[in-house]
């Protein structure tokens, strides 16, 4: 028996020898460097014992492992520094494939890049099928392609089509799928995992290679024309500028056919430029402050299990669904039945959809409970209010509920535009009331602002933080202000591009600048999803607190009832939920579109930070990537102003004022911020 830090291995009286991975202190195995190399001396030491065969296998109950160390990124400085690191590992997992005896990944749970690569490296894989199985190879999400031999050893073990699609799509597979795609050679009872590993150990069978099919289309005559295919098909999704890591891994393929030494090699330097670029170190950034969004939550899980909606509109009805979904006892109230059964028949059909098993799909819509007199209020936990945007209405309501409210529940509202010192004004305990701002829709989208009053009480806002944790979304918490901080810095993006509209430049080719920028829909087909009325109140509330101009277009459009997507009108004409582009012939939108429409956010970005609606910039560019889609790659609106440098920026802002107007005033924060 040895052991490191790491490791231990244990070699049986079968002469089996048994490698458990067991990562001191964390709950989760990553492949860090000292993992890798306490690896190498337990392979040395199997080779030298020399028995049947090693199980490898995690000592986690979480899973095999969640890939390599993602901290360790940020030190490789220079893609030669990075070469060698990669290299080093190439050769650890090498060591592996060439032992004197087979060798088995027992999976349970996940296994994840690097650790799906070390798997890959063995002789055979077995998945526990207790339906938690999850084997992806998902480093394109942060800017990089597998760097362990995985570009190679996947396609050499399931084929080119079924290992492009686990590389460019980075999701995971779950057990059927590896079982198809033979990534697994079995799938086996999850308490039975050890035995079957050891019984294939004792009697190996040939180790499984790429299906014929494959193999053909690996030939080098062949590849170019599938590699021109896949190609084709990532430019529809992504562009090589923006996301260089899976044109990357079809161009290794292409060139090196998953074959002999110059694959690893190519793939060392491949994935080691990578992982200097400002691609991926943008999206690295975006992995951690996701974990710190996450991390807001607390340690203490949330004890919420009752919630209590009020107003089973757009948004009310969907909140109330999706808390239902997350497991919690849901009781929804609106004026009366009517209204509420809509939003019931809504959520019924999305936990089908969603849930896929109807067994689970009915229990979720048994939590959900029609409350019309709003019997259960003093049982819940946590209250959310989304009913009319008006102040008045939700006073009126407050003053109602207070009073039946159990003691230490949460008094959330979903209000978008009114001050939450506005609401509490009027309560008995005016420091309970905090605002838990969804956006819609709200199954799609992951953020969730906590809006904290000057009196909201600090445990009110961290229990909050926690429920939104439970719900399995990402919490922001910010300061009521005007439009918080993602409508905030949203609009003054649609309104320019209206702007830009009204002066004559084709919508297409306004959404084709915000699109080749990197934001996942132009800004115009932004406002027909999201409705044209609901763009119209935040612009107007917006205008009205910073004395700005909206655009006549968009009150003219709103009284037409043209409210976009959803009346099947807007800026665009909507079929079967689809805008219809107009060409635009030969036109090409200005040369200073781009800045046009980006840096009023940027601008707007550096208001909120300077007025503190909003901590930090990390917390900023977080909310911004979160909710409003911005282009991932680039980090965020404050992380691209640094990337570009912030003295550039100002300067462009300048420019723009003098052609433009008032409305591209380089903020005060320019100056007084550290940026
Ligand atoms: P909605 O108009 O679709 O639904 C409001 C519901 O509240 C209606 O069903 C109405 O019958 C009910 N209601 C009104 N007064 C009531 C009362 N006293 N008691 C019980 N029910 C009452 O409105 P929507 O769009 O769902 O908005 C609700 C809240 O969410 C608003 O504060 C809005 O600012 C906010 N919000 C809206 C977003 C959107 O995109 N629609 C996004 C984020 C927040």
């Not at 089996?16 to 190399?37: I, K, T, Y």
């Not at 080119?160 to 086996?188: E, F, I, Y």
């Not at 849930?355 to 209020?377: H, N």
């Amino acid at each position: 028996m040895a052991e490191t830090g790491n490791w231990s291995l244990d070699i049986d009286t079968d002469r089996v020898a048994w490698l458990v991975f067991d990562a001191p202190g964390a709950s989760v195995n990553v492949l860090s460097s000292a993992a890798l190399r306490e690896l190498a001396s337990c392979l040395g030491e199997v080779a030298a014992k020399r028995p049947l065969g090693v199980v490898l296998r995690s000592g986690k109950a979480s899973g095999f492992i969640a890939g390599a160390d993602i901290k360790e990124f940020q030190s490789m400085t220079t893609p030669e520094a990075g070469f060698e690191v990669v290299r080093a590992a190439q050769a650890i997992l090498q060591q592996l494939q060439d032992l004197p005896c087979p060798s088995v990944a027992a999976i349970k749970g996940f296994a994840l890049g690097g650790g799906l690569e070390l798997a890959l490296a063995c002789t055979y894989r077995i998945g526990a099928d207790d339906g938690r199985l999850s084997l992806g190879l998902p480093e394109v999400q942060l800017g990089i392609h597998p760097g362990f031999g995985g570009t190679v050893r996947a396609v050499r073990l399931i084929g080119v089509r079924a290992a492009m699609d686990l590389m460019l799509k980075g999701k995971p597979c779950n057990a059927a799928r590896a079982l198809a795609t033979g990534l697994v050679d079995q799938l086996v009872p999850a308490d039975e995992l050890a035995t079957r590993a050891k019984l294939l150990l004792q009697n190996p069978p040939p180790p499984k290679v790429a299906p014929l099919t494959d193999r053909l289309l690996n030939l080098a005559f062949v590849r170019p024309f599938i590699a021109r295919r896949l190609v084709a098909a990532l430019r529809q999704k992504v562009m090589p500028e923006h996301y260089p890591a899976p044109y990357a891994v079809v161009d290794l393929w292409h060139h090196y056919g998953a074959a002999g030494a110059h694959s690893y090699v190519a793939e060392a330097r491949s994935i080691a430029g990578l992982i200097c670029s400002p691609t991926s170190r943008n999206l690295v950034r975006v992995f951690m402050l996701q974990d710190r969004l996450k991390g807001l939550g607390g340690t203490t899980p949330s004890g919420v299990k009752h919630v209590h909606v009020i107003g089973a509109g757009v948004m009310g009805g969907d909140i109330a669904a999706w808390s239902a979904l997350r497991g919690m006892t849901v009781t929804l109230q609106d004026r009366n039945d009517e209204i509420i059964r809509p939003a019931l028949e809504r959520a019924r059909t999305f936990f089908g959809r969603r849930l896929k098993d109807p067994q689970a799909a009915a229990a979720a819509f048994g939590r959900l409970k029609m409350d019309a007199a709003g019997e259960a209020v003093s049982d819940a936990d946590v209250v959310i209010e989304a009913i009319f945007e008006s102040v008045e209405a939700k006073r009126a309501l407050y003053a109602e509920l207070e009073p039946r409210l159990k003691p230490g529940a949460i008094l959330a509202t979903n209000t978008s535009s009114i001050t939450i010192e506005t609401l509490c004004e009027n309560l008995a305990a005016p420091d309970r009331l905090v605002g838990i701002h969804f956006f819609n829709p709200v199954a799609q989208m992951q953020l969730v602002e906590i809006v904290k009053g000057t009196r909201t009480r600090g445990d009110v806002v961290q229990s909050a933080l926690s429920f939104t944790r439970k719900l399995d979304k990402l919490p922001l918490p910010c300061r009521s202000a005007p439009g918080f901080v993602v409508n905030r810095i949203l609009m003054p993006y649609i309104n320019e591009a209206i702007f830009a509209l009204q002066d004559g430049i084709p919508a297409v080719l306004i959404d084709k600048a915000g699109t080749h920028f990197g934001m996942p829909m132009g800004p115009i087909e932004l406002a027909d999803v999201v409705g044209l009325d609901v763009c119209l109140h935040v612009g107007r509330v917006l205008a009205d607190a910073f004395h700005r101009q909206a655009p006549e277009i968009l009150s003219s459009l709103v009284e037409q009832k043209k409210y976009g997507r959803k009346s099947g009108q807007g800026f665009y004409s909507w079929v079967d939920g689809k805008a219809v582009r107009p060409g635009v012939g030969g036109a090409a939108a200005p040369a200073d579109l781009e800045d046009r429409l980006m840096l009023p956010m940027v601008n707007e970005a550096v208001a909120c930070l300077r007025e503190q609606v909003i901590e930090d910039a990390d917390l900023l560019d977080a909310g911004a990537i979160f909710a409003t889609g911005f282009a991932p790659f680039r980090g965020g609106p404050l992380q691209y102003a640094r990337q570009r440098g912030t003295a550039q920026v100002r300067r462009r802002l300048a420019e723009l004022e003098k052609q433009y107007g008032e409305r591209f005033r380089p903020d005060a924060g320019w100056d007084l911020l550290p940026l």
